[in-house]
């Protein structure tokens, strides 16, 4: 399976999954030229995308949703109440309505759905997984891990996780208090030591790769991300590729291999 991060941060968020011939997008955070023009650079086009599965119905997550679903007539995956509050209008557009922490196919993918905490209408967490049963999983705001979430990530080969703010620069920042108050709520965005936390309960030996994303470009900075990444894989003593998803490009795809597979994940 190949994965890759178009781009990931509160000015827009999506990712690329992809395995025997079928490509979807979790979230289209971005206006349709700017996905194509990421899609592109990966040597991708906007017109093969077979889905859009949608996390929550915050512009950085749906911004692009209706226009690129309108124009190429890709079906859009939401929860109905995500649908709702993204008002994206069933009458015009292609969409398919899914439970939360229940599983659905799209070609070759099957797709794990799971509610996560946030301030939104039904926010969703999801596992990729292919026909081979490679499995990727991708969680971003969130304000809480709860135990659900913890269990229906635990034995992915690839991860992307949300690393949302270090709590000193959020707290000294400039943000005002009642947006700070927000963030740290438990329906808010998690920082890096409870994300650290989480992923120590997490990831195990099959897994291959870990991708922090959603990193907050006032209140966080890749090398303190790092930082902290190396210090739980040094914790938890496994070796795992780590990546940090930047707002401004997309990172370089992920080939994912089995954990089953005597191969290592490469790069694409």
Known sequence: MLVASLGSGSAGNSCLFESDGTRILVDAGFGLRQTQQRLKLLGRELS??????????HGDHVHGAAKIAAKFGIPIY??????????????KLSARPFENNASFRIGELEVHSCRVIHDAADPSCFVV????????GIA???????????????????LLFE????????????YPWSLKRR????????????AMEALARI???GTRHLTLIHLSERNNHESIVRACADDLLSRVGVRIDVGVATQHAPMSPIDVVRRS??????LF
Request: proline share 1%; with cysteine; aromatic share 0%.
């Open 129 to 136: 997984e292919a026909r081979d049963g490679t499995r990727a």
């Open 78 to 91: 939401a929860t109905r109440d995500t649908l709702e509050a993204a008002r994206l209008d069933p009458r």
């Open 203 to 205: 990831v195990g030996e």
């Open 48 to 57: 093969e995308v077979d889905a859009i599965i949608i996390t929550h119905e």
């Open 163 to 174: 690393a949302n703010h270090d709590l000193d620069m959020l707290r000294t920042g400039s």
């Open 183 to 194: 963030i740290l709520s438990r329906h808010g965005h998690l920082s890096n030591e409870d």
């Open 140 to 158: 971003s705001d969130l304000g809480v891990v709860d135990a659900s979430v913890l269990a229906h990530l635990q034995g992915c080969d690839a």
């Open 261 to 266: 597979k005597k191969g290592q994940m490469r």
